[in-house]
Nanobody, 120 residues
């Protein structure tokens, strides 16, 4: 069993930055780690994903602004968010999957989410 805990959310002004962390307990060897977000009244959306080896890909909406990294020794994945916009406001979730995919249904484990609010 894998448990994921996100942290680092908060309130930031437009143009600012935040770094989210997701720490895993349990065996995550060879798992890809994804980030998703859900804004009020909207469906959960893919943000980006990183493979065990560090390959990444991102949704077009965040490409060039967000960066995912991971420290496998610490069982932690990071989401660095720069140039934040009000439309980035959402609850952000990390998730673990055996494949490098954007489809949420493929992910086996999910964190509880952390709120990010970007003020204009």
């Amino acid at each position: 069993q894998v448990q994921l805990v996100e942290s680092g959310g908060g309130l930031v002004q437009a143009g600012g930055s935040l770094r989210l962390s997701c720490t895993a307990s349990g065996r995550t060897f060879n798992y890809a780690m994804g980030w998703f977000r859900q804004a009020p009244g909207k469906e959960r959306a893919f943000v980006g994903v990183i493979s065990w080896g560090g390959n990444t890909y991102y949704a077009d909406s965040v490409k060039g602004r967000f960066t995912i990294s991971r420290d496998n020794a610490k069982n932690t994945v990071y989401l660095q968010m720069n140039s934040l916009k009000p439309e980035d406001t959402a609850v952000y979730y990390c998730a673990a999957a055996r494949f490098l995919v954007s489809e949420s249904s493929v992910y086996d484990y999910w964190g509880q989410g952390t709120q990010v609010t970007v003020s204009s």
